[in-house]
């Protein structure tokens, strides 16, 4: 059964930054993407960041140059690193594994992080 937990977000000035962690299991990473939403009140989730299983990344232009996505095959664990944050990148992020374009396992809570001075 795949299970996602989300944590590291918080409360932080414009221009500073986070490191978010989704500790993951029952998913190997050499069988599936993975991925970084998020979403804000009244929006759809939306795919910010992307690692494929062969390690390459991709991301949604409002977050390119500032945000990277990182995995730890070893801990099974997934991260994004946020720089440079905005107002405007205040959502709830959450992970999941990706077939496709479509998210595959359940959503986890997600975690919240809130860009305001």
């Known amino acids: 059964q795949v299970q996602l937990v989300e944590s590291g977000g918080g409360l932080v000035q414009p221009g500073g930054s986070l490191r978010l962690v989704c500790a993951t299991s029952?998913?190997?990473?050499?069988?599936?993407?993975m991925g970084w939403y998020r979403q804000t009140p009244g929006t759809q989730r939306g795919l910010i960041a992307r690692?494929?299983?062969?390690?390459?990344?991709m991301y949604d232009d409002s977050v390119k140059g500032r945000f990277v996505i990182s995995r730890d095959m070893a801990k099974n664990t997934v991260y994004l690193q946020m720089n440079s944050l905005k107002p405007e990148d205040t959502a709830t992020y959450y992970c999941?594994?990706?077939?496709?374009?479509?998210?595959?396992?359940?959503w986890g809570r997600g975690t919240q992080v809130t860009v305001s001075s």
């Open positions: 029952g998913i190997d990473f050499t069988d599936f993407d």
């Open positions: 999941n594994a990706l077939v496709g374009s479509s998210p595959f396992g359940s």
């Open positions: 690692i494929f299983s062969r390690g390459s990344t």
